[in-house]
C-alpha cells in the first residue's frame, strides 16, 4: 500500500505517468512491488535521515551534515529531491514554531508533526525562515548547475554555517 501511494504521489494526478511509473516498478522487482524498490526508482530517501539533516543543519554541526548528506546518496537518494524534503521540513518546522496548536494531521504523518514539533523547540523563526531562503535560493542554483550533486553539497555547507549565525534583533 505505501508503494503505490508513492507512486500516486509522485505521478502527480497523471493517471498516464502513473501507469508509467507503475511499468518501471514491475519490471524493476521479480518478487512484488514493495515500498524500498519504489523509494530506489523515485531517488527518494529515507525520511527519517532528512529529518536528521535538517536538525544537524540547524545546530550548525557541518560534520554531521556531511556524513548524513553522503550516506543519502549512498543510498540513491537524488540530490535535488533531498533539497525539496529539506524545503519542506523547514515549512514544517516553521509552521510548528509559530502556530503550536495548529492541527497538521490533516497535511503531514504523525512521525512528521512530532518530528517538527521537536524540531520547533531548538530553533527561532528567523533561523528557520533564513534556512529556507537559502534552501529556495540554492534549489534554483541547482537548476542551473553543472553538477547537482556538488552543488547540493555547497548548499548544504552554506546552509548549516549560516544556520548559527546571530538574527538582526540579537545584533
Given at each position: 500500500t505505501n508503494s503505490l501511494n508513492l507512486l500516486a504521489r509522485y505521478s502527480d494526478?497523471?493517471?498516464?505517468?502513473?501507469?508509467s511509473l507503475l511499468d518501471q516498478a514491475i519490471s524493476m522487482s521479480s518478487?512484488?512491488?514493495?515500498e524500498d524498490t519504489v523509494k530506489v526508482m523515485l531517488g527518494l530517501s529515507d525520511k527519517s535521515v532528512v529529518w536528521d539533516l535538517f536538525d544537524n543543519i540547524i545546530?550548525?554541526?557541518?560534520?554531521?551534515?556531511?556524513?548524513?548528506?553522503?550516506?543519502?546518496?549512498?543510498?540513491?537518494s537524488d540530490p535535488i529531491l533531498i533539497i525539496e524534503e529539506l524545503l519542506e521540513i523547514s515549512h514544517n518546522v516553521a509552521r510548528a514554531?509559530?502556530?503550536?496548536?495548529?492541527n497538521t494531521t490533516q497535511v503531514m504523518s504523525e512521525y512528521e508533526s512530532k518530528r517538527a514539533t521537536n524540531s520547533a523547540e531548538s530553533v527561532s523563526i528567523p533561523a528557520v525562515a533564513r534556512c529556507w531562503q537559502l534552501l529556495l535560493k540554492g534549489y534554483e542554483e541547482m537548476q542551473k548547475?553543472?553538477?547537482?550533486?556538488?552543488?547540493?553539497?555547497m548548499i548544504l555547507i552554506?546552509?548549516?554555517?549560516?544556520?548559527?549565525?546571530?538574527?538582526?534583533?540579537?545584533?
Amino acid at each position: 500500500t505505501n508503494s503505490l501511494n508513492l507512486l500516486a504521489r509522485y505521478s502527480d494526478g497523471s493517471v498516464r505517468d502513473s501507469l508509467s511509473l507503475l511499468d518501471q516498478a514491475i519490471s524493476m522487482s521479480s518478487s512484488g512491488i514493495t515500498e524500498d524498490t519504489v523509494k530506489v526508482m523515485l531517488g527518494l530517501s529515507d525520511k527519517s535521515v532528512v529529518w536528521d539533516l535538517f536538525d544537524n543543519i540547524i545546530k550548525g554541526d557541518i560534520l554531521s551534515v556531511m556524513k548524513l548528506y553522503n550516506d543519502l546518496l549512498d543510498s540513491g537518494s537524488d540530490p535535488i529531491l533531498i533539497i525539496e524534503e529539506l524545503l519542506e521540513i523547514s515549512h514544517n518546522v516553521a509552521r510548528a514554531k509559530a502556530v503550536p496548536s495548529l492541527n497538521t494531521t490533516q497535511v503531514m504523518s504523525e512521525y512528521e508533526s512530532k518530528r517538527a514539533t521537536n524540531s520547533a523547540e531548538s530553533v527561532s523563526i528567523p533561523a528557520v525562515a533564513r534556512c529556507w531562503q537559502l534552501l529556495l535560493k540554492g534549489y534554483e542554483e541547482m537548476q542551473k548547475a553543472f553538477s547537482v550533486k556538488e552543488a547540493c553539497e555547497m548548499i548544504l555547507i552554506r546552509v548549516t554555517y549560516a544556520a548559527d549565525l546571530p538574527d538582526l534583533k540579537t545584533l
